[in-house]
């Protein structure tokens, strides 16, 4: 969007003209032309990845407790990311279990790159977290054979920045568990037709995919905000939804609610308490239980009724089920474990000299990529870039709540 600012009125009565219109403005208005007179001058999306989610986070949320109870997710989850963010949505962003694969490979000309790297604007509701920041670290850049895997696609804002800063021979492979991110992500990045491939598979797989070593690997963590808002899976618990929660509603894996009704209450408070660090699991473990000897769980609203009655109800900023759902979306998509796996086969993948970033929303996400990253520096395969995680400044937070609890890793491989 081209900045509000105009030359000054020929005339005094068009000078009030323009000054009435200014301050008629709603506030979200000026802060969205705000936002856009920022993305015209940044080679980055400004945001609100995070999380980081990746989310109940996106994440255990310790992070997460910060985001406001209405916003904050994740690492999903998600992402992603997380952490405890006031809602699970934003945790391991991209992840399920789907084999079949989509590709977006379309035949076109390569799209040159501006001056400035302009970027595509955000879809609504939705910006990639610290796009910027995962820009500056990947290096992307034209005329040099570059080669990058977006493991979390979302809507495709990191994809698009790094093909776009890779103009016009950069080549970008694309993964997302969700078939609807696919879709939205193929429409976005038609500037760079030719140049990208989409696949609907959870990163989980990575190593099956058999790619040609690459550059730059990013995954982001966390849900995005159309995932969470128009899923209809039930991610978040601000909405009446189905309880599914799978990235990947054809994977055949059992849903949210299949859990909450077949699980025994033992398996349950383990569930809240190693993916939700839910200090009263027990209690509400318990109380799940006994509702559903009587009355099965289906819908999202059911689970947010008996969490307020074994936790209490809202103090603060934080919501109580944020936790419980969190804890359930790990479970359902076993995202703990498909970190681990895709973290593994893209150090493998990274040529000597390439870049892998992670952005996690929440405590249990950013714990295993530190001590991931730690353990392969110390065999020599990688060197750790970010002493210490980078996170959103408060800009990007104030335009995106969601990326509070956003944490960002990076990594070079080491050459052999």
Partial sequence: MPSDASAPEASAATEQDSSAARQAETPAEKQADASAVRQAETPAEKQADAGAARQAEIRAWNEAEKSSAGQAETRAAGGPESSAVSEPETSAASEGERSASTSAQSSGGAMESSAAHRVEPTDAGHASVLLEAVLDWLQP?????????????????????????????????????????????????????????????????????????????????????????????????????????????DSGGPTAADLLNGLPEAELERIFRDYGEERKSRRLAHMIARRRNNTAYHHTQELVETVIQALGPQRGRIHPATRAFQALRIAVNDELS???????????????????????????????VK?????????????????????????????????????????ERVAA
């Fill in 371 to 411: 001590w991931r990253f730690r353990g392969w520096a110390d065999d020599g395969l990688l060197q750790v870039l970010t002493r210490r995680p980078q996170q959103p400044d408060e800009e990007e937070v104030e335009r995106n709540p969601r990326a509070r609890s956003a944490k960002l890793r990076v990594a």
């Fill in 141 to 249: 850049r034209g005329n040099v054979g570059f080669r990058a895997v977006d493991a979390t696609l979302g809507s495709g804002g990191h994809s698009f920045g790094l093909l776009e800063r890779s103009s016009p021979d950069g080549q970008l492979v694309g993964l997302d568990a969700d078939a609807a991110a696919i879709e939205r992500t193929r429409l976005r990045l038609q500037p760079f037709a030719g140049r990208f491939t989409l696949i609907q598979r959870n990163f989980r797989h990575l190593d099956e995919l058999e790619l040609e070593p690459v550059d730059a690997i990013v995954f982001d963590l966390g849900l995005s905000s159309v995932q969470l808002d128009a899923s209809g899976r039930g991610f978040s618990f601000r909405y009446e939804e189905s309880l599914d929660m799978r990235f990947d509603s």
């Fill in 338 to 368: 498909a970190l681990e796996k895709g973290l593994d086969a893209a150090v493998r993948l990274l040529r000597p000299g390439g870049r892998i970033a992670v952005i996690s929303f929440h405590s249990l996400e950013d714990r295993i």
